[in-house]
């Protein structure tokens, strides 16, 4: 992403706005399993001149009491209600794990559905929250709350066979370990259409076989 200066937080909202509604997303239509949503929440830290340093997203771990993909990377979302949007379900999530009230003008756009093993249609959605001074983890739903920069997924997979499946699995590179899908599978979307404005596919890429419960 070449946007630099000491502008560049104020322009990278639009720039996200562009990459987005550029981009041609793909709908699961799965409505025999649960539908999701996860929210990619971008925050302005101000450290640094590069947008890459100066804008970051929120990711989380999950708590290690929660019955399912416990101890997980994730981006905070959850389930959709009865009768709600997948947008509205990905700002209350937000606020339900975080305490991060954003309102509709939050939402810069949506990437691909993702079709987890455990059997949910996951629909990732862009947020911009501009700066936040304070959050408010759930202990409930999460472990560990990070702020990281953009420039920490601007970086190559690392791609896997496994007997178990045909379709590779993807690996993200992060805390000096990897990230799976389907949280590795968004970032690294993110990675290609927002930051670079490529239109890379992650649907197909597979989950470790930890994650398939």
Not at 27 to 56: C, F, I, Q, S
Not at 88 to 96: Q, V
Not at 129 to 141: H, I, S
Not at 180 to 196: K, M, S, Y
């Amino acid at each position: 992403m070449c946007i630099n200066g000491s502008s560049a937080r104020s322009d990278l909202r639009a720039h996200v706005v562009d990459r987005l509604a550029g981009f041609e997303r793909v709908a699961a239509d799965r409505p025999d399993l649960k539908a999701a949503a996860v929210t990619m929440t971008l925050v302005t830290t101000g450290e640094g001149e590069d947008v890459l340093d100066g804008v970051a997203f929120l990711l989380t771990r999950r708590a290690t009491s929660l019955r399912g993909h416990s101890g997980q990377w994730a981006l905070p979302g959850g389930r959709a209600d009865a009768g709600e949007t997948l947008v509205d379900a990905a700002r209350r999530e937000l606020s339900e794990e975080l305490g991060l009230d954003l309102g509709p003008e939050a939402v810069l756009g949506l990437l691909d559905d993702y079709v987890s093993r455990s059997g949910y249609v996951i629909t990732p959605v862009v947020l911009w929250a501009g700066r936040v001074d304070e959050l408010t983890p759930n202990p409930d739903e999460v472990g560990e709350l990070y702020r990281l920069p953009l420039r920490a997924i601007d970086v190559e997979p690392r791609f896997i066979s496994i007997p178990e499946s045909d379709a590779p699995v993807i690996q993200v590179p992060l805390f000096d370990r990897f990230v799976h899908a389907p949280t590795g599978a968004v970032l690294h979307q993110f990675r290609e259409v927002v930051l670079h404005g490529r239109a890379t596919r992650v649907a197909h890429l597979e989950q470790p076989v930890f994650a398939w419960r």
